[in-house]
């Protein structure tokens, strides 16, 4: 077999990015054959429109042979269901972020691939965006030195019905796992964890600047938090912010400080007094070739170098590159930031994991509505 078969599951903005993303890309060792949906006339417009197979049920997609993996992409509350479902008809299974709302369900998970012996992977598309390999790269080297200090931004605007609309799944409690936390925090929370290690405490702000229904979580948040190897970072997040969707990073260290900036056709900037930096004692962009663009470029070449890399597992008999645990650990960071909210103050990785081990974390989502700050009190929106 020289490329694997992909079928998808919900055919959403999502899934369209992971389409455009191999679309006239002859090298890659995949194709998308199939979807399904359980809007119909979504179904039928989306396989229109990239010539694919539909199916109607679930059931029947899930028998079919004309694929051997599948791509889910759906509420967030139906990953784990969804993944069990797939793992269980023997696909393998790429499964869009967050892996779950709770750290039980990211169990179920791992355990539903694991028994059906299938490969499973969180399509985190930050972890794969060429900047971020290389900016791993150069922490590896030391160009950076110990990083201490940091902080990072997403601002993707939504259109304001995504938060006042109480009909749609994005954004609540119950479907979406939570608001922008959940929902945007997770990437940062995923790459932070690559380069940094560990958290060990968080603190966190939710807020709304959109009078939004109770079920609809936070459009904006601050989240600081601590890792174990000492480093402070700070991360904002966004849906209100008007702008093009971007996300931007910085990095200080004891020699040197990395700046990133998606927006820029070159996204990294770097500034080092290590000997074997570019140019010492100076801001230089690498001279290294990674193929990157300003949205929505850098999301479709992101998707590619993804899903290729689940097809080349699947095709090799490999372990994904970013295992399911690590997806769990970003869980972790959500919902300790939740936590954080609730408390009201630093709330330790430990605190967390005392609940994992007794209630359940599933009590950390509960009543979050009564800890958002309701900004929008001072917000007059034209």
Same mark, same amino acid.
């Given at each position: ?16 990015? !992971?389409?455009?993303? &191999?679309? @006239? %890309? ?22 229109? *429109? ?34 069990? =479902? ?6 393998? &299974? ?8 709770? $750290? ?6 791992? %355990? ?5 012996? &299938? ?12 900047? !971020? =390999? ?9 160009? /950076? ?24 799944? +994005? ?20 790459? /932070? ?19 939004? #229904? ?5 459009? @904006? ?15 904002? &997040? ?8 971007? @996300? ?9 400080? $990395? ?44 998707? *590619?170098?993804?899903?290729? !890399? ?9 372990? #994904?590159?970013?295992?399911?645990? =690590? ?11 939740? $936590?954080?909210?609730?408390?009201? *103050? ?20 509960? +009543? ?5 700050? !309701? ?8």
């Amino acid at each position: 077999m020289d490329y694997v078969n992909f079928g998808i599951i919900g055919c959403g903005t999502a899934a369209g990015f !992971h389409i455009l993303g &191999v679309k @006239n %890309q002859p090298e890659v060792k995949l194709k998308f054959v199939a979807a399904h949906d359980v809007d119909e006339k979504n179904l039928k417009r989306f396989t229109r *429109r990239h010539k694919i197979t539909a199916y109607t049920e679930l059931e029947n997609f899930l028998q079919s042979d004309e694929f051997e993996a599948v791509l889910i992409t759906v509420p967030h509350y139906l990953h784990a269901p969804i993944t069990k =479902q797939a793992a269980d008809a023997g696909k393998h &299974v790429l499964c869009e972020k967050p892996m779950a709302p709770t $750290l039980e369900e990211c169990d179920t998970m791992i %355990q539903a691939t694991k028994e059906a012996g &299938v490969k499973f992977m969180i399509a985190e598309n930050h972890r794969f965006l060429p900047a !971020h =390999q290389y900016i791993k790269k150069v922490l590896v080297k030391g160009i /950076l030195g110990d990083v201490y200090l940091g902080r990072t931004y997403e601002g993707a605007f939504c259109e304001s019905s995504q938060f006042l609309d109480p009909n749609t799944w +994005n954004f609540r409690f119950d479907t979406g796992g939570g608001g922008v936390v959940a929902d945007q925090g997770v990437h940062k929370f995923s790459i /932070l964890n690559w380069f940094l290690g560990e958290v060990d405490y968080a603190q966190c702000w939710c807020g709304k600047a959109f009078n939004s #229904p109770e079920i609809k979580g936070e459009d @904006n948040a601050i989240i600081l938090l601590h890792y174990k190897s000492g480093a402070m970072i700070d991360v904002s &997040v966004s849906s209100t912010t008007i702008h093009p969707l971007n @996300n931007n990073l910085e990095l200080h260290g004891t020699i040197g400080t $990395l700046l990133e900036d998606h927006s820029w056709n070159d996204p990294i900037k770097i500034f080092s007094s290590h000997n074997e930096a570019e140019k010492k004692g100076q801001y230089y962009i690498p001279s290294e070739y990674f193929e990157h663009g300003p949205y929505p470029k850098y999301y479709t070449i992101s998707a *590619r170098y993804e899903d290729t !890399h689940f097809a080349e597992c699947i095709l090799n008999g490999e372990k #994904p590159e970013f295992t399911p645990e =690590q997806a769990k650990n970003a869980v972790a960071v959500v919902l300790l930031a939740y $936590l954080s909210a609730k408390n009201g *103050r630093i709330t330790y990785m430990d605190e967390l994991m005392e609940i994992y081990n007794t209630i359940g974390t599933q009590n950390v989502l509960e +009543n979050l509505a009564d800890v958002i700050h !309701h900004n929008y009190n001072q917000i007059h929106w034209s």
